[in-house]
């Protein structure tokens, strides 16, 4: 038989983890080929880059697609299980799970960067893409995915592995001097609501003090002050407020407004600039969108 594209494996594979337990997401692929009678040869067909086979891409699809609808959520790395949303799903007997289905949560509509019709309480899903439009729809995706696991793996670091993390990306981002003076810096003060400090640039022309917190709650203005008055306290002009969690619009509206120059940076925000900067990310394939060079069939 073909292989099942991802609509049609998200049923079985929420069935699959319908016993309330943890299931990794190897053994949910190795049950769902069983389900599916697939070949040796079919099960190891590979996607045109070579780098993931074409059923287990599915399966992780399918995956993405139902945590984003809050039909099951990840426990840890690798590990699945069934929400309470997801058992009230099957309570319904549905015959199948698709992308209409999960339309009807908010969560996955936002995911899906899809507007309801303003006089009808169907989804708008009609999108007329020409190839460019489709690859770059599908980037978007791919990307936002990759935030999510980003995320997820930034929170469950410790606290040391984190730091390594900050430190790592500020550099990747032009801050610093050499790693080994801002490992030194990160993490090492602990000063009145002060983490560390780092050079603005290589010759270390100013200094930027800097707060990371790995949080799961928003960070509210309270904290945002406490981190401003401790920049005054240095005569400081300048920090950085990094959090995995948010930021709480108090807080925002705080920092906009004082006369330091303090950003806030989410764990959202730590990601994106993550994947930016290659920062705990690989590079998995590479395509070339070329375009006709009328040009060069111009005789001279």
């Known amino acids: 038989?073909?292989?099942?594209?991802?609509?049609?494996?998200?049923?079985?594979?929420?069935?699959?983890?319908?016993?309330?337990?943890?299931?990794?997401?190897?053994?949910?692929?190795?049950?769902?080929?069983?389900?599916?009678?697939l070949t040796d040869p079919e099960r190891r067909q590979l996607l045109p880059s070579g780098q993931q086979s074409i059923f287990e891409n599915r399966v992780a699809w399918s995956r993405t697609y139902m945590k984003k609808a809050g039909l099951l959520e990840s426990t840890r790395r690798g590990y699945l299980k069934i929400t309470e949303r997801g058992i009230d799903v099957l309570s319904r007997n549905p015959e199948r799970i698709d992308r209409k289905l999960l339309l009807q949560f908010p969560e996955f509509i936002e995911f899906q960067s899809l507007k309801k019709k303003k006089d009808d309480n169907e989804v708008n899903n009609t999108f007329d893409a020409t190839p460019e439009e489709s690859l770059e729809r599908a980037y978007a995706s791919l990307r936002s995915g990759l935030v999510t696991d980003l995320l997820y793996q930034l929170k469950s670091t410790p606290p040391s592995m984190f730091e390594k993390i900050v430190v790592d990306l500020l550099l990747k981002m032009g801050y610093g001097g050499s790693k080994k003076d801002a490992g030194q810096a990160i993490g090492k003060s602990g000063d009145e609501g002060i983490d560390g400090i780092i050079k603005e640039d290589r010759l270390g022309l100013d200094?930027?003090?800097?707060?990371?917190?790995?949080?799961?709650?928003?960070?509210?203005?309270?904290e945002i002050q406490k981190f401003a008055g401790a920049l005054q306290g240095k005569r400081a002009k300048k920090g950085i407020f990094i959090t995995?969690?948010?930021?709480?619009?108090?807080?925002?509206?705080?920092?906009?407004?004082?006369?330091?120059?303090?950003?806030?940076?989410?764990?959202?925000?730590?990601?994106?600039?993550?994947?930016?900067?290659?920062?705990?990310?690989?590079?998995?394939?590479?395509?070339?969108?070329?375009?006709?060079?009328?040009?060069?069939?111009?005789?001279?």
Do not use: C
């Open 1 to 37: 038989m073909p292989i099942p594209d991802y609509q049609t494996i998200m049923l079985p594979l929420l069935l699959h983890i319908s016993d309330k337990q943890e299931h990794s997401l190897g053994e949910s692929i190795e049950a769902l080929t069983k389900k599916f009678s």
């Open 207 to 222: 200094i930027i003090y800097i707060q990371a917190k790995r949080w799961e709650n928003p960070v509210g203005r309270p």
């Open 244 to 300: 995995t969690s948010s930021f709480s619009t108090e807080a925002r509206q705080y920092a906009a407004n004082i006369d330091t120059k303090l950003v806030l940076l989410d764990g959202e925000e730590m990601a994106e600039l993550m994947i930016d900067h290659n920062v705990g990310v690989v590079s998995v394939a590479t395509y070339n969108v070329n375009r006709l060079d009328t040009d060069y069939f111009v005789e001279e």
